[in-house]
């Protein structure tokens, strides 16, 4: 793995800082997409891979800041990361490492070169896409999230994005549905 240089965001002086994250557009985001994540009024965009056409990126960039990886569908672009690294910053203290990669579990724990990647980073949250399954979860130390699809449906999945909220209480994460622009809790959650 080739060391990259960490990308650095600071946060507003009392820590805050929201990302929203957004994942397998597939050349097709959903028609509110664009929209929900304008309403989250975020400081940066994350994007998990599977971009397909590149100009979708487009729209999101007039909204916020926007680091995106490579998914397994975005082979012709070269140019395109792997792996980014982001440091969340307030004043010199790093508050949250995340590592940023497009395939990085089986099941609900990482897969062993997503893990080592990790290890690499010191990463303290992987966010990633492929499966287009919202998901939340912890491998030992490590906190993984999966904001789901907003590219075209893929039945029984919902269309959902991903917003992570940085603030004095800690790290919060929660889905949204694309199609209702509600919170989205797995089924028998809500």
Same mark, same amino acid.
């Given at each position: 793995?080739?060391?990259?240089? =960490?990308?650095?965001?600071?946060?507003a002086p &009392?820590?805050?800082?929201?990302?929203?994250?957004? &994942?397998?557009?597939?050349?097709? =985001?959903?028609?509110?997409?664009?929209?929900?994540?304008?309403?989250l009024a975020p400081d940066l965009i994350l994007h998990g891979g599977d971009i397909g056409r590149l100009s979708v990126l487009d729209r999101f960039e007039e909204v916020a800041p926007l680091v995106y990886v490579r998914g397994n569908i975005d082979g012709r672009a070269s140019d395109m990361p792997d792996l980014e690294e982001i440091h969340i910053r307030r004043g010199d203290q790093i508050l949250l490492?995340?590592?940023?990669?497009? !395939?990085?579990?089986?099941?609900?724990?990482l897969q062993a070169e997503a893990r080592r990647m990790a290890q690499a980073c010191d990463a303290d949250l992987v966010v990633f896409g492929? &499966?287009?399954? =919202? $998901?939340? /979860?912890r491998d030992g130390r490590v906190a993984l999230f999966n904001p789901g699809s907003i590219g075209p449906r893929r039945p029984p999945l919902p269309i959902t994005? /991903?917003? !992570?909220?940085? +603030?004095?209480? +800690?790290?919060? $994460?929660?889905?949204?549905?694309?199609?209702? /622009?509600?919170?989205?809790?797995?089924?028998?959650?809500?």
């Open positions: 793995m080739v060391r990259r240089v =960490p990308k650095v965001v600071r946060t &009392s820590g805050a800082l929201s990302l929203a994250v957004i &994942s397998d557009t597939h050349s097709e =985001p959903h028609a509110a997409a664009v929209g929900l994540v304008r309403e490492r995340i590592m940023l990669t497009h !395939i990085a579990v089986y099941g609900v724990r492929h &499966s287009h399954v =919202p $998901f939340l /979860g994005l /991903g917003h !992570i909220q940085i +603030g004095e209480g +800690g790290v919060q $994460f929660r889905h949204l549905d694309c199609e209702t /622009g509600r919170v989205w809790l797995p089924p028998g959650m809500g």
